[in-house]
């Protein structure tokens, strides 16, 4: 392949690339964002994560059919579907930290690990037994019909839903920042993350911060769930590689970085989309190459100045 | 499922259809006439049930062609029966759900050659599965027919017992105890090229996933290709799983691509749909039976699929007998989603049961009578003389044809 022809693929391919991209990098981010909020307090993290965005988007598929079939609006449907999830998830989430995570931190470090990928199977399994193996589709609030750009030579397009990912995990992933730059609980949560003994010793609940990180990690997952559900079709396998995908995100771009995990995310979102212009079976792997070429340069992450290791 | 309220209202279209049928005409391929399991019925004392395993994945990600499947082969089985049976002996339909998974499928045929002594077996629907059990039913000396798994290698093997990919090469023979009437795959690709070749198609893309499944189909594809002279613009691929692959279809489009053959699964056919529509790129979309799965439209909205094109060996409109048998599958279920595989399934079952009626139950009289049959009938384009030793398949790339969904059905490509 000659220089020319790769310019000139890039530029035909480019813009849809990058559109496509940020669409599903925000999703990679978004899911990240839940593995750092319980990371930085208990140095722990749910690999379960992907799975759980599965049952949220399964959730939805019931909540959102069940009641668009009864006649209720789609937005009201959706908005069933939200407080649905958020409720679930969040119980899934402390359950997780409760059942997983807390018993097993005390007998050796790393049983948390093996636990929480086991709660990852199991909600496979049980998705399958529920909601069957077939793939379905979740409709959209929005519509199917793309929103189409012109640009000259190469026209671009846009689902409605997906600017709706673009714009609703962004704005999802400021309002956590806030609340943990600027509330009193998120600054709890910071004292906790920065030094534990010292944070209970100011008498901040610990257990309690620790239990909300979990809630908070998994409606991140959930909500991600609902917004990813009538762009990927619904199935029990769905969130396995976005899960892998936002942890790879997570690594790259320090767990301790929210700005970094976000950055990470979209730019990751693009490379897969623009690495599948010139060889589409590629798009999965290079993820996980740039993650390990990144391991090797800087085990910190890129945006982590802490200096711990990750792995 | 959400999307599916109009069942009603399909089955009153199929109704208008069907009377209108007389009138204008309906076309000439396959069979002519009403075709029946009852004709394979003889009279007799009766005795004990004769039983016939039928496994299937019943549930699972290939529920749709078993449920066809089943349906089919249950019509089949009540009309032999209540027409006497085997000298007045009825026909006992065991089925087993193998989940679609190989582990499962062979529990299943080790119940069916050691439990039920079955005399012979209908099934699977995936082609791992078969794969992974025919050594066992071989060995048993059972009659296997299988109506939908459409891999080569179920069928025909090396010198060494080996799968092959390839029907038509050197060396390559059938096992001695498994039939199909199903589309193989190597035919399947051939039918699709033909039709674009007499389409006089020009600006062909050709399109695969990177699964067993995909990977193998292109190269067959290649191999016809390189004979048949037809020009291909562009290859891509894609992994299964993907949603968006607007990437490889940009790349497509900006190549000039009109027409693309496309070998996948049917989630990834949505997925291609839907992005193909994302970036306003209009195109001819074909490739093998797949494309015949209802799932395919239900993910991608029924609209995308107009104007599609599948290998088919049955559409409700192929022949008169088709259009009888949609008919009995409407009036028993009143649905009848999936049409191609109750066909298969309908046809798989007569066969055997046609065979029974000349052999006996004996595992390998039956085999030697399926392999011998003459003056065949069923509801697919099936040939008269469906076997003989050296072909074990019942369609071949001549029996297939290319066929189009329109207002929601799929119906004969002109």
Redesign the interface.
């Known amino acids: 392949m000659d220089l020319a022809s790769i310019a000139e693929m890039l530029a035909q391919g480019l813009p849809q690339a990058i559109v496509s991209g940020l669409v599903y990098g925000s999703i990679y981010a978004l899911v990240a964002q839940g593995y750092y909020v319980t990371f930085s307090t208990t140095d722990t993290l749910n690999f379960a994560q992907g799975d759980f965005l599965m049952i949220a988007a399964m959730l939805s598929f019931t909540v959102l059919g069940g009641l668009a079939l009864s006649g209720v609006s789609l937005w009201l449907a959706l908005l069933a579907a939200i407080a649905v999830v958020v409720v679930v998830l969040a119980l899934m989430g402390i359950a997780v930290e409760r059942i997983a995570i807390r018993p097993l931190r005390g007998i050796f470090s790393f049983g948390w690990i093996l636990s929480t990928v086991g709660v990852a199977v199991i909600l496979r399994q049980m998705a399958e037994i529920i909601w069957g193996r077939e793939h379905m589709r979740v409709p959209s609030v929005f519509g199917d019909v793309p929103i189409r750009l012109n640009l000259g030579t190469v026209q671009i397009g846009i689902l409605p839903q997906e600017v709706f990912i673009l714009a609703a995990s962004l704005g999802a992933m400021i309002a956590v920042l806030f609340f943990l730059k600027k509330s009193r609980l998120g600054k709890a949560m910071a004292a906790v993350a920065f030094n534990a003994p010292a944070a209970a010793l100011m008498g901040i609940n610990v257990r309690h911060i620790v239990v909300l990180s979990y809630a908070l990690s998994s409606v991140l997952a959930g909500l991600a769930g609902v917004l990813v559900a009538p762009v990927l079709f619904a199935h029990a396998h769905m969130g396995t590689l976005p899960g892998l995908k936002a942890f790879a995100v997570g690594i790259i771009g320090g767990l301790g970085n929210p700005v970094g995990i976000l950055v990470v995310g979209l730019a990751l979102g693009i490379v897969e989309f623009v690495v599948a212009i010139f060889n589409a079976s590629l798009r999965d792997a290079v993820t996980f190459l740039i993650l390990i070429a990144i391991l090797a340069w800087r085990p910190m992450g890129l945006f982590d100045k802490s200096g711990r290791e990750k792995v | 499922?959400?999307?599916n309220s109009n069942d009603r209202l399909r089955v009153r279209r199929y109704v208008l259809a069907l009377c209108l049928a007389p009138i204008f005409g309906a076309s000439s391929a396959g069979a002519q006439g009403n075709v029946s399991c009852a004709d394979a019925a003889t009279q007799g004392a009766g005795g004990p049930d004769i039983t016939i395993g039928v496994n299937g994945g019943f549930?699972?990600?290939s529920?749709?062609f078993s449920q066809g499947m089943k349906r089919g082969i249950e019509i089949c089985t009540k009309e032999y029966n209540d027409a006497g049976g085997y000298k007045g002996r009825k026909v006992e339909m065991i089925y087993l759900d193998d989940?679609?998974k190989p582990e499962v499928a062979i529990n299943n045929i080790s119940r069916f050659i050691q439990r039920d002594k079955v005399v012979g077996i209908l099934g699977p629907v995936n082609s791992g599965n078969a794969l992974a059990f025919l050594p066992k039913t071989e060995e048993a000396e059972t009659p296997v027919i299988v109506p939908i798994a459409s891999s080569v290698g179920i069928v025909y093997v090396d010198a060494d017992g080996k799968p092959v990919a390839n029907s038509t090469a050197p060396g390559a023979k059938p096992r001695k105890y498994t039939f199909r009437t199903s589309m193989q795959d190597d035919f399947q690709i051939e039918t699709v090229l033909a039709y674009a070749k007499q389409a006089g198609w020009d600006a062909i893309g050709i399109m695969h996933d990177?699964s067993g499944y995909g990977s193998q189909a292109k190269a067959t594809a290649q191999r016809i290709i390189a004979g048949q002279g037809l020009k291909i613009l562009a290859t891509?691929?894609?992994?299964v799983?993907?949603?968006?692959?607007?990437?490889?279809l940009?790349?497509m489009k900006?190549a000039g691509v009109k027409q693309i053959i496309n070998f996948g699964l049917?989630?990834e056919l949505?997925?291609l749909l839907?992005s193909a529509?994302?970036?306003?790129y209009k195109v001819q979309w074909a490739g093998p039976w797949g494309y015949a799965d209802p799932?395919v439209g239900?993910?991608a909205?029924q609209e995308l699929m107009e104007g599609v094109l599948a290998v088919a060996s049955f559409t409700i409109d192929s022949s008169p007998a088709a259009a009888d048998f949609h008919q009995k599958m409407l009036k028993s279920f009143n649905e009848n989603p999936f049409p191609m595989t109750a066909a298969l399934g309908y046809d798989a079952a007569k066969l055997m049961l046609t065979a029974l009626a000349k052999s006996g139950p004996d595992q390998v009289k039956l085999r030697d009578a399926i392999e011998t049959l003459e003056g065949f009938s069923g509801v697919s384009s099936i040939p008269s003389r469906p076997f003989s030793p050296t072909r074990h398949h019942s369609l071949d790339s001549n029996d297939m044809f290319v066929a189009t969904w329109r207002n929601g059905d799929l119906v004969k490509a002109k």
Do not use: C, F, H, W
């Open positions: 499922m959400i999307v549930t699972g990600p529920a749709s989940q679609a990177t891509e691929t894609y992994n799983g993907d949603t968006d692959m607007t990437s490889q940009q790349k900006s049917a989630a949505a997925g839907r529509q994302k970036i306003d799932a239900r993910l909205g």
